[in-house]
């Protein structure tokens, strides 16, 4: 089965960091990260960082200078490094890509959201 799982979140204080990470699993012919998402209560999911093929990045304002989208392509995982968190940083993180399965007319692309991780920035 293919799926983006995420992982690494949790309870931290303010001035915090954490490292989330997105790792595609199953049987994958290619993975194209999208970028790292989050959704507050009572809000709109919003794009947090993305990443390019060329390995250029975009970040959302509210997180420039704090935040660190990083990739590793053997091992399919993609990161975000999350340092002086803030209380309004406490969201439910999700990871969005693409990934390309081998079918048997050749290859599949479908777009995938992996299951959220919960991060918590609180004293």
């Known amino acids: 089965q293919v799926q983006l799982v995420e992982s690494g979140g949790g309870l931290v204080q303010p001035g915090g960091s954490l490292r989330l990470s997105c790792a595609a699993s199953?049987?994958?012919?290619?993975?194209?990260?999208r970028g790292w998402y989050r959704q507050a209560p009572g809000k709109q999911r919003e794009l947090v960082a993305a990443?390019?093929?060329?390995?250029?990045?975009n970040y959302a304002d509210s997180v420039k200078g704090r935040f660190t989208i990083s990739r590793d392509n053997a091992k399919n995982t993609v990161y975000l490094q999350m340092n002086s968190l803030k209380p309004e940083d406490t969201a439910v993180y999700y990871c969005?890509?693409?990934?390309?399965?081998?079918?048997?007319?050749?290859?599949?692309?479908?777009?995938?959201w992996g299951q959220g991780t919960q991060v918590t920035v609180s004293s």
């Open positions: 969005n890509g693409d990934i390309t399965t081998w079918g048997s007319r050749g290859p599949v692309t479908d777009n995938y």
């Open positions: 199953g049987r994958i012919f290619e993975f194209n990260i």
């Open positions: 990443i390019g093929r060329g390995a250029t990045t």
